[in-house]
Structures are given as C-alpha cells and as structure tokens.
Nanobody, 127 residues
Framework: QVQLVESGGGLVQPGGSLRLSCAAS????????MGWFRQAPGKDREFAAAIDLNGDNTYYPESVKGRFTISRDNAKNTVYLQMNSLKPEDTAVYYCAAERTFYSHKYFSKGDEYEYWGQGTQVTVSS
C-alpha cells in the first residue's frame, strides 16, 4: 500500500510561483512512476506532469510546458511540482498520483493508469 500526501498549495498572484510537494509512504518509492493532475471546479481532471523512476524523463501537456517542472528525490520519497508564471486558469485542486512499474523510463499521462492518489492540495491564482 502506498499513501501520498500533498502540500504546498495556497493563494498566489498571477505571475507568481508555488512549489508543491508529495510525500510517499513505504519503501517502494524507487519503483513508482509519479504524476501530477489537477481539477478545476466544474471541469474534468487534467494531466499536469509525469516523471519516470529515476527522474530522467518528464512529460507535460502544452498548457503547462515551460512553466511547470516536475522532479523527484528518491532519498526523501518525495516528488515536487515547481509552478512558475502562474495564471488564473491554473487554479485547481492538484493531485499527486503513483503507479508501480519496473521499467525505469516509463511514465504515465492518463489518470486511469495510476493506482495511488493523494488527497489533493488547493492552488488559487488570483489578484
């Protein structure tokens, strides 16, 4: 069983930055491909970023490419999402997700590919 706990959300002005963290329980973090998703009120869940086991490969949708950076620290069982140049349309609940894989360069961009989910953290971009 894997438990994920997100932190770092909050209120930020347009153009500002936030860094989200997701801490994973257990000793299996090194075989977990990780991802971030977001869901705005009244909208479907949206993929935001993904990273493979070693952090060598990352993947982003066009909506956040160049502004968001996903990274991981396997020694700390933690994945991060650095968000820069935030826009009001980035406002959403952000969720961390994890999926076991033994393929070191595998990452996942679809929600139904992930087995484990965190509880979410609110990010609000507003002046």
């Amino acid at each position: 069983q894997v438990q994920l706990v997100e932190s770092g959300g909050g209120l930020v002005q347009p153009g500002g930055s936030l860094r989200l963290s997701c801490a994973a329980s257990g000793r299996t973090f090194s075989v977990l491909a990780m991802g971030w998703f977001r869901q705005a009120p009244g909208k479907d869940r949206e993929f935001a970023a993904a990273i493979d086991l070693n952090g060598d490969n990352t993947y982003y949708p066009e909506s956040v490419k160049g502004r968001f950076t996903i990274s991981r620290d396997n020694a700390k069982n933690t994945v991060y999402l650095q968000m820069n140049s935030l826009k009001p349309e980035d406002t959403a609940v952000y969720y961390c997700a994890a999926e076991r894989t033994f393929y070191s360069h595998k990452y996942f961009s679809k929600g139904d590919e992930y087995e484990y989910w965190g509880q979410g953290t609110q990010v609000t971009v507003s002046s």
